[in-house]
């Protein structure tokens, strides 16, 4: 339900489909000026189109989970007045509005939340950014496809709603994590395998958060096709990982991987190297990325994390 790979998935698998920097230098003569005067801002959203927004928002609709908790990193979440069906964190989601799930928002139900800003993704829900500008509202995309850029589009965020501060700190500590984790790795990498969806099976490739989050975290993905694949079992057995990662959700059942046809010829299965991630941790283009790292890292390297 995650951003991009989910929008893969769902395009490619109909069966499967309802499952998945900041400008801070400012002018001397700003300097002087009252708060809230660095309004109107513009930004380039990750679709590639200029945004302004005119004043600081007071009320947020946000379309994906990832984009609630970058919201939610910013100190935002007082301001959020619509989610989806699929936001879980933080818990205090549950007390927000729902405006439909994250493949098929209620455009209704958004527009009755009455937002001055909405932040959407790509891909599946870019039909509907026309649509929601209709509304009046700053209408931002955000989907990073890497870590890198899910530190600029924190950025992009934290400028469009005026806590570009608060968005410098986020990511510096979460470069400082990442720093940490990457410290005690070993040097030579992992080879390792994804499954994102099961039947049928699904991966994740180059050029993709995870495919980034994997790198991060040590390890070689023996994929080396681009982008969210259908993959062959020949092909796996072909590739032979050492560690076999998987998500769990309602698009895979890792806990069937030992039992499935020629599974148990790989290595990863033979040496008990078949580790199950938290599926929010490392599909969500959010600021929690950072625990999905260090959770692939402890799959590649359990050794170098006393496990």
Avoid at 35 to 45: H, K
Avoid at 77 to 106: C, H, Q, R
Avoid at 129 to 148: F, M, N, R
């Amino acid at each position: 339900m995650k951003n991009r790979w989910l929008r893969s998935v769902v395009l490619a698998v109909a069966v499967l489909a309802i499952a998945l920097a900041a400008g801070c230098g400012a002018k001397k003569d700003e300097a002087v000026k009252p708060a809230g005067a660095a309004f109107p801002v513009t930004v380039t959203d990750d679709a590639g189109r200029s945004v302004t927004v005119k004043a600081a928002p007071q009320r947020i609709v946000s379309l994906a989970p990832a984009n609630t908790e970058i919201l939610y990193g910013l100190g935002l979440l007082g301001k959020v007045v619509g989610v989806t069906t699929y936001d879980d964190y933080p818990p205090e989601v549950a007390s927000i509005g729902k405006v439909g799930d994250f493949v098929t928002p209620n455009l209704e139900a958004i527009t009755a939340a009455k937002p001055d800003m909405v932040l959407v993704t790509t891909g599946i829900q870019a039909d509907v950014i026309a649509k929601l500008e209709k509304t009046g509202a700053a209408v931002i995309a955000v989907d990073p496809q890497s870590l890198e850029a899910l530190y600029t589009s924190i950025g992009m965020v934290g400028k469009a709603t005026g806590t570009t501060a608060k968005a410098a700190e986020l990511v510096a500590g979460m470069k400082e994590e990442l720093a940490s984790i990457q410290s005690v790795i070993d040097a030579s990498p992992v080879r390792c395998f994804i499954e994102i969806a099961q039947e049928p099976l699904f991966t994740a490739g180059a050029g993709t958060l995870l495919n980034d989050l994997i790198e991060q975290a040590g390890g070689e993905n023996v994929v080396v096709q681009e982008g969210y694949v259908g993959y062959s079992v020949e092909q796996l057995l072909t590739d032979d990982p050492e560690v076999y990662l998987a998500t769990k959700g309602s698009m895979s059942d890792p806990a069937s991987i030992k039992g499935r046809a020629g599974y148990s010829r790989l290595s990863a299965v033979k040496n008990g190297r078949v580790v199950i991630l938290d599926d929010n941790l490392v599909s969500r283009p959010g600021p929690r990325v950072i625990e999905g790292i260090r959770q692939i890292a402890k799959a590649l390297n359990p050794d170098s994390f006393g496990q």
